[in-house]
């Protein structure tokens, strides 16, 4: 695979210094991506730098993930309008280690020649005596040299700590440590990153008259203006704690058809060959999702597991009346509640479950699913009425047997009316 071919073809390339492809093609070499660990897992805003990486390292390349311990602590001004929150190093360290399991799903950390690494800079950062650095690294970069780069010059108006301004020269100075410790000649990022980036090849070859290179891709945008890895509940993030592996497919799988076709090419292993034909198929049939379905069946196994993708397809299935009373009963308790995200719902006390209540009784006086009895009934006749994706029956008794994760019952009365009822 040759990367940079790759990453044009797959709309992946916002700007590249000159030199970087005739520098991939002469030898194996080591690249970067820096992280900041302000939170206990990453998001699919992320992904598009993590796919960086991979693509990298498939070339036969070798890939560094740098976690910003060090700047972390400081806070990177680029695409912020006001000062972030600074975290302390046991957040930091924490957040770290739970990222680190993210990347171990991600990328080759075993025993090849290219194997991923995974490094912290505020174990070189710290050890920073103020003076040398003022004197020995400092004096490389001109203040206008700083000023001129967008992520300062946006925040000039509002106002920007020293701490913030002084962020690309520690940024700087990790490419120069990577340089000489690693090897490290290609640092790459999203392309609000170029500006830092550069700042780090100046400072190599000011100071080592090294050659070092830069190569930035696109910010992912949705095809609608909204943000892209942003939903009315925030971030959708890499752990499934924090968003369920079904949210994590429904995100992918309720992507428009032009959004749809950008993303594959990023976000999955394809070929072009491969999306190409995949772009045909939909395009007879879009009704169906391919594109979508292919595009959240590898990410959601890239990410998650093949298990997971499973689970989120059955659960898709249960809303749309696929599903079956087991499938029901496998989902946990966080993957039930999303896929019946928005369902009226009612609380009933469990007191009234363990000697069983009639059916009747239970959908009208416990829960007022019906507003009558007699309406109940003549719906139940009807075979109107499912109970946890089974055919209810007048004669049918209510109990604590009946309740999924040991407190909902599913009540579905015709085919698209879905009840969720909570015994406490």
Aim: proline share 3%; aromatic share 8%.
């Amino acid at each position: 695979m040759n990367f940079i071919e790759e990453l044009k073809w797959r709309g992946m390339i916002h700007d590249v210094m000159p030199g970087t492809e005739e520098q991939l093609n002469k030898e194996m070499t080591v690249a970067y991506t820096g992280f900041d660990p302000t939170a206990t897992s990453m998001h699919i805003g992320n992904l598009s730098s993590i796919m960086l990486l991979k693509f990298f390292q498939l070339s036969g390349h070798k890939p560094i993930i740098v976690i910003g311990g060090g700047t972390g602590m400081i806070g990177d001004p680029s695409g912020k309008s006001s000062e972030r929150n600074l975290l302390d190093e046991e957040t930091l360290r924490h957040n770290q280690e739970c990222i680190k399991k993210q990347f171990m799903k991600l990328l080759d950390f075993g025993n090849i020649p290219n194997a991923a690494e995974m490094i912290n800079n505020y174990d070189w950062l710290n050890k920073l005596n103020l003076i040398g650095f003022l004197r020995d690294i400092g004096k490389h970069i001109t203040i206008n040299y700083m000023l001129a780069k967008d992520s300062v010059k946006k925040r000039l108006e509002t106002g920007i700590s020293y701490t913030e301004f002084a962020y690309q020269m520690l940024q700087g100075y990790d490419y120069l440590h990577l340089y000489e410790t690693k090897n490290c000649k290609l640092q790459m990022g999203g392309s609000d990153q170029w500006g830092n980036i550069v700042t780090g090849t100046e400072l190599i070859r000011r100071k080592v008259n090294g050659d070092a290179y830069a190569l930035t891709s696109p910010l992912i945008t949705k095809s609608d203006g909204g943000k892209f890895g942003k939903t009315e509940e925030g971030n959708i993030w890499l752990d499934a704690k924090l968003t369920s592996p079904y949210k994590f497919y429904q995100f992918w799988l309720n992507v428009s058809d032009e959004d749809a076709a950008k993303f594959i090419k990023i976000f999955t292993l394809h070929s072009k060959e491969e999306i190409e034909n995949i772009e045909a198929e939909h395009l007879k049939a879009p009704h169906l999702r391919l594109l979508q379905k292919t595009l959240a069946k590898d990410v959601t196994i890239m990410v998650h597991s093949e298990n997971d993708y499973s689970s989120a397809v059955e659960a898709s299935e249960i809303l749309f009346g696929k599903g079956t009373t087991e499938s029901l009963k496998k989902l946990d308790e966080k993957t039930l509640l999303s896929v019946f995200e928005g369902v009226p719902q009612c609380n009933i006390s469990k007191d009234k479950l363990p000697a069983g209540v009639n059916i009747v009784d239970f959908l009208t006086e416990l829960t007022n699913i019906f507003p009558s009895k007699s309406e109940a009934r003549r719906t139940l006749k009807e075979n109107g009425v499912m109970i946890n994706k089974e055919k209810a029956t007048e004669t049918q008794i209510i109990n604590n047997d009946l309740l999924l994760n040991g407190k909902y019952i599913l009540v579905q009365k015709g085919k698209k009316n879905y009840f969720l009822v909570k015994a406490e």
